[in-house]
Nanobody, 124 residues
Framework: EVQLQASGGGLVQAGGSLRLSCAAS????????IGWFRQAPGKEREGVSV????????YYADSVKGRFTISRDMAKNTVYLQMNSLKPEDTAVYYC?????????????????WGQGTLVTVSS
């Protein structure tokens, strides 16, 4: 079964850090782009970061540049999102998704495989 499992969310104070994990099963991530998205209450789902196939490139939303880092452990078939200097506005449900084209984008429709969300709450 093709599946993505997101984990690592939790409650953290502003300025703190969390590392989210996106573990894949049933397929390999290395030849797919993996994106992290988030959805805050009452808002649309938005792209946070993407790592393209074979780790060629990574992209970040302006709101998280310099604070978040996306990485991939091919041996574990897992993609991580290290989140530092967290702000209350980072509070959201975070999702990971796989794009078989390998290029990645902020367009949700390019991702046919989605993991369940993991909740990140940043208190002020």
């Amino acid at each position: 079964e093709v599946q993505l499992q997101a984990s690592g969310g939790g409650l953290v104070q502003a300025g703190g850090s969390l590392r989210l994990s996106c573990a894949a099963s049933g397929f390999t991530t290395e030849n797919r782009a993996i994106g992290w998205f988030r959805q805050a209450p009452g808002k649309e789902r938005e792209g946070v970061s993407v790592i393209s196939a074979w780790d060629r490139e990574s992209y970040y939303a302006d709101s998280v540049k310099g604070r978040f880092t996306i990485s991939r452990d091919m041996a574990k078939n897992t993609v991580y999102l290290q989140m530092n200097s967290l702000k209350p506005e980072d509070t959201a449900v975070y999702y990971c998704a796989a794009d078989p084209t390998g290029y990645g984008s902020s367009w949700l429709g390019q991702y046919p495989i989605w993991g369940q969300g993991t909740l990140v709450t940043v208190s002020s």
